[in-house]
């Protein structure tokens, strides 16, 4: 069946370092692919999608690009803020109506 | 998008009670779906709520301990039956939006924690 990993957290930065949170997945056929976010007390927000290889997606300075030849879609962010302290989700749907999540990776930022 | 109400939002339980939370999406939707965040983890999906009919439940979820009901397109309940603090644990509605491609939103999530 399908499968996303991630990498296993905390993740300790301190402010305006560089990000990458790891993700690849296993699929078969062409699944979409997600980033959500879970700050501290609240549920899930999409970040960012992409739908097919080599789609970029963007939103808040961060980004992931769907790499099909390596099945990853890493999420990277080029200057963190304190509040972006919070639990990051890789996910897959694969032409299917449910999401396939990842273990989650808890990012800390420190001032 | 998909505005999502779950009420409530925690809850402090005792073992051996029920407790059914519910869903109320701003608009109509096809697909709505409970899943379950236990401390520290990751998200596992219960079951499909089906409009009319019987929920789908995956692989370790059955009815008798989490039936679900969906009267219609807008609405959903589940209920955590009979429950010992292993159920604690946030349940979250989510719900997937014809025309978009592939994601679900969710509400806020309802923490229980059973004493």
């Known amino acids: 069946g399908d499968s996303v990993t991630q990498m296993e957290g905390p993740v300790t930065l301190s402010e305006e370092a560089f990000l990458t949170i790891n993700c690849t997945y296993t699929?078969?056929?062409?699944?979409?692919l997600f980033w959500y976010v879970q700050y501290p007390g609240e549920g899930l927000q999409l970040l960012l999608k992409?739908?097919?290889?080599?789609d970029k997606g963007s939103n808040k300075g961060f980004e992931a690009t769907y790499r099909k030849e390596t099945t990853s879609f890493h999420l990277e962010k080029g200057s963190v803020q304190v509040s972006d302290s919070a639990v990051y989700f890789c996910a897959l749907n694969n032409a299917g109506n449910m999401l396939t999540f990842g273990g989650g990776t808890r990012l800390m930022v420190k001032p | 998008s998909a505005v999502i109400s779950q009420k409530p939002s925690r809850d402090i339980c005792q073992r051996g009670t029920s407790l059914t939370i519910q869903c109320q999406v701003d608009?109509?939707?096809?697909?709505m779906f409970w899943y379950r965040q236990q401390p520290g983890q990751s998200l596992t999906l219960i079951a499909t709520?089906?409009?009319?009919?019987?929920?789908?439940?995956e692989s370790g979820f059955v009815i008798d301990k989490f039936p679900i009901s969906r009267p219609n397109l807008t609405f959903s309940t589940l209920t955590v039956s009979n429950m010992s603090p292993e159920d604690s644990s946030i349940y979250l509605c989510?719900?997937?939006?014809?025309?978009?491609?592939?994601?679900?939103?969710f509400g806020e999530g309802s923490r229980l924690t059973v004493l």
């Open positions: 709520a089906n409009q009319g009919s019987e929920a789908t439940y």
């Open positions: 992409a739908t097919k290889a080599d």
């Open positions: 608009s109509q939707v096809t697909m």
């Open positions: 699929a078969t056929g062409y699944p979409s």
């Open positions: 989510s719900v997937g939006v014809m025309g978009n491609t592939g994601e679900l939103f």
